[in-house]
């Protein structure tokens, strides 16, 4: 059971993620793994250092990670932001423009189907944290 | 009114593909209901006690001839001939079949309508005053911000898997019809001194089992920040909010527990990166829009005039017809009310004799309104008796608007898998008591809402008199409630004290009427007299 | 006794459990006593019911009637639409449900 996919093309980092709680008393640590409810913000001034942020989906339905990672990303993170959990299929999309390049569901999502999920929306509607065009701009140019 | 262009259009289009997808994938077991359901939701698709039930989205409440010409259609094809218009400005089908929402979608998506998130943990259909871009009393029309503001939280990917749902509503005139400061989100456009446009913001209001109005959060706001203000907003709430309890996570919960102090201190906080960001949408697409909602051409040099020889005719023109902007025009209000029918239920042909009175009579354009009733919003005063006619031929002449018989129900627990009582029986048994025109109009203004159950889909809380259905021991009861408002001078309800069955709260009902009847001063609607006396001298009246 | 209804995943449509079947008609439902959960769990995995329950009842010479208000309006069909319910011939059906 269980799937994943990576968006990014770098080396995976293999340093296990430790808790928040952890990663704020090392000095060393790169990887760190936010639980949904946990305050991304406190990570702002460890963001060069670190190389992985994997953030909790403990339910589908709990959508605190979407905004957790567009903080993180608009705070300049470049490092693997990853969603681990429950992820299902149609949320992936929503994940990929939030900021989150690798994906780690409990579940075992078809590829055919991830892709599609995807592929299907050529254009949208707002900016968000992907390089999306948003809509106003391609009717202004 | 708003045109699709080929962006919008592959929007729809790519959605009826995605959900025709997800419905596959169910069907064919690679997902359980549980994790159908949000998605199904998102879509306006419910599971009710007779079938699947579909919500169709009338953004800002606006629709023209061929939009409704299509309702009448799918109601006719896919459910059984007729539909249902909702206290948000939305439609419903109640006999859907699962296997065919992909196709009733795409049907939707060529008349550019569509079902997306009419429900859900998501930013749902934005509402708007009935009368935009007609009434008297408006600064501008509000739909283009409106409009932008759809867009805007269209599939929106940091605000799709929300606490709960939640509501926006925009006005621009200090009459309020469109219960705003009900919403999570309230918008009100004003100009400050300068002249600028922005919108005084609202936060934090919503029915439900814990009812709280809006507080305003801003007194100004620019008109081009809103949709940072918006995501501000949203972020604060989706990071902090609750998600152990579903009854507590509705952002109103938060506005509470933080205080309203703290919650506008961190949104604006939250504002000030968003703006960095550079997400609001700018001047040009805005003027993009608003080019849609243009003034139609209306003719100059028209009567004032109208004939009232007929006093059916003189009856509801004094009661259906409101002041327009434009001289010699009105806005006509159409009833879904009648005696004794189902509150806004409409049949696929009444459906069609609409929409051809818009095309005809009011340039194409039908507005739905929290009430559950129509609006055809530019008529010729000159027209108004031959589209009287029409409608009383068609059974939509009631003459009934805000009077008691014009009562909203949610669709209880005739329909409703959430309901505890039936909502509808008791709407149509308090209509025939009070049938009676004169009676009707010797009371004057009187709003009674219904809601089946405490969600409150039926508005008990903002009900001059608001009824609601609990389950008792497996019976039906009903509570009384006074004093609500969803008007500009917007109020919350009382409970009188214990419930009643089915023909005790009708009679409840009549001796609260009665009562105001005997306390009421020249010229006081019932809400003024239960402002003024309080609620023990109704009690006595309703308890003895 | 206990009986068994959901919806059709497909159509929506009200359905009780026969013993061997589902049917659109309460009076087909037979008495599951105490297998309820394990017919929900077969069924549902099945995909052949939607928010399958148990429900309680009253065995009647005319069939089954649920101990709740809400699921004699399931049986029978919204009360303020008596045309569109199972019984539209019958003036007297929603008697039944109240």
């Excluded at chain 1, 705070?75 to 299929?89: F, Q, W």
């Excluded at chain 2, 009382?494 to 001796?511: H, L, Q, S």
């Excluded at chain 2, 609260?512 to 006081?524: C, I, Q, S, W």
């Excluded at chain 3, 929900?40 to 099945?46: C, I, K, P, T």
């Amino acid at each position: 059971m269980g799937s994943s996919f990576r968006f990014r093309d770098d080396t995976p980092h293999e340093e296990p993620a430790v808790t928040l709680d952890a990663f704020l008393e090392q000095e060393d640590a790169t990887a760190v793994r936010l639980e949904a409810g946990e305050d991304a913000r406190q990570l702002i001034p460890y963001l060069d250092r670190l190389q992985l942020i994997e953030i909790s989906f403990p339910r589908f339905r709990d959508g605190r990670g979407f905004s957790s990672a567009r903080v993180l990303r608009e705070a300049g993170y470049k490092g693997e932001l990853r969603a681990e959990g429950d992820v299902l299929i149609d949320l992936i999309f929503f994940m990929r423009r939030c900021g989150f390049d690798s994906i780690v569901s409990e579940h075992s999502l078809n590829p055919v189907d991830v892709d599609a999920a995807l592929n299907r929306y050529h254009h949208v509607y707002q900016n968000a944290t992907d390089n999306a065009v948003p809509i106003w701009k391609l009717r202004h140019g | 009114m708003y045109k699709y262009d080929q962006y919008d259009q592959a929007m729809v289009d790519a959605r009826v593909e995605e959900f025709r997808d997800q419905t596959r994938r169910r069907i064919a077991g690679d997902m359980n209901d549980d994790q159908f359901k949000p998605l199904r939701l998102k879509n306006g698709l419910y599971l009710q006690l007779h079938a699947y039930m579909l919500r169709v989205a009338i953004p800002y409440g606006t629709l023209n001839s061929q939009q409704m010409r299509k309702l009448a259609d799918i109601a006719r094809k896919y459910d059984r001939g007729y539909g249902h218009f909702t206290t948000r400005q939305n439609l419903q089908y109640n006999w859907i079949k699962l296997e065919e929402a992909p196709d009733i979608l795409a049907e939707l998506a060529t008349v550019e309508m569509h079902a997306i998130q009419t429900s859900g943990e998501s930013i749902r259909n934005i509402s708007a005053d009935q009368y935009a871009g007609a009434a008297a009393d408006e600064i501008c029309d509000p739909r283009p911000w409106a409009e932008l503001l759809r867009q805007a939280t269209t599939f929106h990917p940091e605000f799709s898997y929300l606490p709960r749902k939640f509501k926006i509503a925009v006005i621009s005139a200090k009459t309020d019809r469109a219960a705003l400061r009900w919403h999570d989100c309230a918008l009100r456009i004003v100009r400050n001194e300068a002249g600028e446009e922005g919108f005084e913001v609202y936060a934090g209001g919503g029915m439900g089992r814990t009812p709280f109005i809006a507080y305003p959060i801003r007194d100004f706001l620019p008109a081009k920040q809103i949709f940072s203000y918006l995501q501000a907003i949203l972020r604060v709430w989706n990071l902090h909010a609750r998600r152990d309890n579903i009854h507590k996570q509705r952002m109103k919960i938060l506005v509470h527990e933080l205080g309203e102090e703290e919650f506008r201190r961190q949104v604006e906080e939250e504002f000030q990166n968003f703006l960095a960001l550079g997400t609001d949408f700018p001047q040009a697409e805005y003027d993009r829009i608003a080019a849609y909602f243009t003034p139609p051409p209306f003719e100059t040099g028209l009567s004032e005039e109208i004939d009232r020889s007929d006093p059916d005719f003189a009856l509801w023109v004094d009661r259906q017809v409101a002041p327009h902007k434009a001289p010699g025009y009105a806005i006509a209000n159409i009833s879904l009310k009648p005696i004794g029918g189902i509150g806004g239920d409409i049949t696929a042909d009444q459906m069609d004799v609409v929409a051809d009175l818009a095309e005809r009579y009011s340039f194409d354009d039908l507005r739905a309104t929290h009430v559950q009733n129509l609006v055809l919003p530019h008529v010729r005063k000159a027209d108004l008796y031959t589209v009287w006619q029409v409608l009383r031929e068609a059974g939509l002449a009631d003459a009934n608007l805000d009077l008691v018989t014009d009562v909203i129900a949610c669709p209880g627990l005739d329909y409703c898998s959430l309901a505890n009582a039936r909502s509808i029986p008791v709407a149509q048994e308090i209509q025939r008591r009070f049938a009676d025109m004169d009676r009707q109009l010797d009371i004057g203004e009187l709003k009674i809402k219904i809601s089946g159950c405490i969600n409150a889909c039926g508005h008990h809380h903002a009900g001059h008199i608001g009824i609601l259905g609990v389950d008792r021991k497996g019976t039906e009861n009903y509570q009384l409630l006074l004093g609500g408002s969803g008007a500009e001078d917007t109020s919350q309800a009382k409970i009188t004290g214990p419930g009643f069955d089915e023909a005790g709260i009708v009679d409840a009902v009549e001796r609260t009427v009665e009562r105001y009847r005997d306390l009421r001063e020249p010229g006081e609607r019932f809400l003024d007299t239960y402002r003024r006396v309080g609620l023990d001298p109704f009690k006595e009246a309703i308890y003895g | 006794m206990r009986i068994l209804t959901g919806n059709d995943l497909k159509t929506g449509a009200v359905i009780w459990w026969t013993g061997q079947d589902w049917s659109l008609h309460v009076e087909d439902a037979s008495d599951v006593g105490d297998h309820g959960e394990a017919v929900l769990a077969r069924e549902d995995g099945a995909r052949r019911v939607n928010g399958g329950y148990i429900v309680d009842a009253e065995a009647t010479p005319k069939g089954p009637r649920p101990a709740h208000i809400k699921d004699r309006i399931r049986a029978l069909g919204p009360t303020v639409r008596p045309d569109l319910t199972l019984k539209p011939a019958d003036p007297t059906a929603g008697d039944w449900v109240i």
